[in-house]
C-alpha cells in the first residue's frame, strides 16, 4: 500500500459529459502529481500541485482542470469527454517524508462510450 | 533537458534467463534514478532507486548502478521468474525532487 488513495477505481461515462477524480496523498505530501496512461501514450505527465499552488503543467489538455485543497488532496475534473480519454489516470505524491521518491495511487479506469 | 530513455519492448523471456533493462538519461548535475513496476491492472510501484553516482539499489533480485560516466541506471535479474511479468519504468527525478522523468515503460513477458 503506497499511502496514496484515489477513487474512484472505475467509471465509465458517456461522451460530452464531465467526471471528477479525487486523489488523497500519503500523509505529510504536499506535492500531488497527475498523469495518464493510455495504451498508446504510454504514462504523460499532466499537472503537479504543491500545497495548493500550481507547480508544473505537462500536457493537459484545456478540457481537463485541477486543483489541490487545504487539507491537501486535489481533484483532476475531466469535462466534454471524448473517447479519446479513455485511459487510466495516476495520481502520485512526494514529500520530506517520501525520501525524494514519487508514490503513485492504484489508479481511476476511466471508459467513454 | 531532462529526459530518460529506456529499452523498447516488449521483451520475453524464458523462466530463470537473465534479464536486462537499459535505461539512459539526461540530466544537469546528479539526478536521483529510479525503477518502478507496474503489475496487471495495479499501479506504479517503487522498486529500486539510487541517489548518487556508483550507488547500486537493489530489491527482490533485482539490481541497477548508477553509472554517471555513462548516463545509465540499468534493470537487472539473474533469474526471472513468471510473476516477474510486468511494465517496467525507468525515472528521474530533478536535483530539487520535485520533477519526474519517466521513461515509456517496457513490458516484461516471463514464459514457464
Known amino acids: 500500500d503506497s499511502g496514496v488513495t484515489q477513487t474512484p477505481k472505475h467509471l465509465i461515462t458517456a461522451t460530452g459529459q464531465r467526471v471528477t477524480l479525487r486523489c488523497s496523498p500519503r500523509?505529510?505530501?504536499?506535492?500531488v502529481y497527475w498523469y495518464q496512461q493510455s495504451l498508446d501514450q504510454g504514462l504523460q505527465f499532466l499537472i503537479q500541485y504543491y500545497n495548493g499552488e500550481e507547480r508544473a503543467k505537462g500536457n493537459i489538455l484545456e478540457r481537463f482542470s485541477a486543483q489541490q485543497f487545504p487539507d491537501l488532496h486535489s481533484e483532476l475534473n475531466l469535462s466534454s469527454l471524448e473517447l479519446g480519454d479513455s485511459a487510466l489516470y495516476f495520481c502520485a505524491s512526494t514529500g520530506r517524508n517520501s525520501g525524494n521518491t514519487i508514490y503513485f495511487g492504484e489508479g481511476s479506469w476511466l471508459t467513454v462510450v | 533537458g531532462n529526459s530518460v530513455t529506456q529499452m523498447e519492448g516488449p521483451v520475453t523471456l524464458s523462466e530463470e534467463a537473465f534479464l536486462t533493462i537499459n535505461c539512459t538519461y539526461t540530466a544537469t548535475g546528479y539526478p536521483s534514478l529510479f525503477w518502478y513496476v507496474q503489475y496487471p491492472g495495479e499501479g506504479l510501484q517503487l522498486l529500486l532507486k539510487a541517489t548518487k553516482a556508483d550507488d547500486k539499489g537493489s530489491n527482490k533480485g533485482f539490481e541497477a548502478t548508477y553509472r554517471k560516466e555513462t548516463t545509465s541506471f540499468h534493470l537487472e535479474k539473474g533469474s526471472v521468474q513468471v510473476s516477474d511479468s510486468a511494465v517496467y519504468f525507468c525515472a528521474l527525478s530533478d536535483l530539487a525532487g520535485n520533477q519526474f522523468y519517466f521513461g515509456t515503460g517496457t513490458s516484461l513477458t516471463v514464459i514457464p
Open positions: 500523509s505529510g505530501d504536499l506535492s
